[in-house]
T-cell receptor, first 115, second 108 residues
């Protein structure tokens, strides 16, 4: 157990819908990262937040957005869902900010299926 | 990702042999290079990392080497065991980019 929690574990929805994925970082970690992992694919970095502020952006679609709250938990919002958005979404946390600077601890992931 | 190239994409070795996975990066400002292991159906976990001020780091059967001039770094696993079978990802720090992954199969 990495100490990072993600909910829900599984999510099945239809095209055009909107969903919210939630992540709670390890105690003491200020950075939260979101990744998308499609079937047999690598980890695509979406976005990083550090202490409530956006710190780095990857290949995140305009239909996707995220935020980090004062208690440091983060939410990833996916809207106008398409079939191709079906994937495993990981959240990771680390102590520091500024891109990738130290060990990331990954959550168990949320499996999103868009039908 | 385009900032990191990883190869091979698949690797099969006999138990006890060594395995080497290589990554090449493009951004000379990158200064932190981790390796993650992802077992089937599980989350990625850090197995070793290296910073740009050193050329090599070892942890038991695992080692990472870094060549900043050539902009490449490699993961070395010696005396492989079946439990080493997994997908291994390299990453670079500047753009938070992960390699495509190497599926390692250790044959008993």
């Amino acid at each position: 157990d990495s100490g990072v929690t993600q909910t829900p574990k599984h999510l099945i929805t239809a095209t055009g819908q909107r969903v919210t994925l939630r992540c709670s970082p390890r105690s003491g970690d200020l950075s939260v990262y979101w990744y998308q992992q499609s079937l047999d694919q690598g980890l695509q970095f979406l976005i990083q937040y550090y202490n409530g502020e956006e710190r780095a952006k990857g290949n995140i679609l305009e239909r996707f957005s995220a935020q980090q709250f004062p208690d440091l938990h983060s939410e990833l919002n996916l809207s106008s869902l398409e079939l191709g958005d079906s994937a495993l979404y990981f959240c990771a946390s680390s102590r520091t900010g500024g891109g990738l600077a130290d060990e990331q601890f990954f959550g168990p992931g949320t499996r999103l299926t868009v039908l | 990702g385009e900032n990191v190239e990883q190869h091979p994409s698949t690797l099969s070795v006999q138990e006890g042999d060594s395995a080497v996975i290589k990554c090449t990066y493009s951004d000379s400002a990158s200064n932190y290079f981790p390796w993650y292991k992802q077992e089937l159906g599980k989350r990625p976990q850090l197995i070793i990392d290296i910073r740009s001020n050193v050329g090599e780091k070892k942890d038991q059967r695992i080692a990472v080497t870094l060549n900043k001039t050539a902009k490449h770094f490699s993961l070395h696993i010696t005396e492989t065991q079946p439990e080493d079978s997994a997908v291994y990802f390299c990453a670079e720090s500047q753009k938070v980019t992960f390699g495509i992954g190497t599926k390692l199969q250790v044959i008993p």
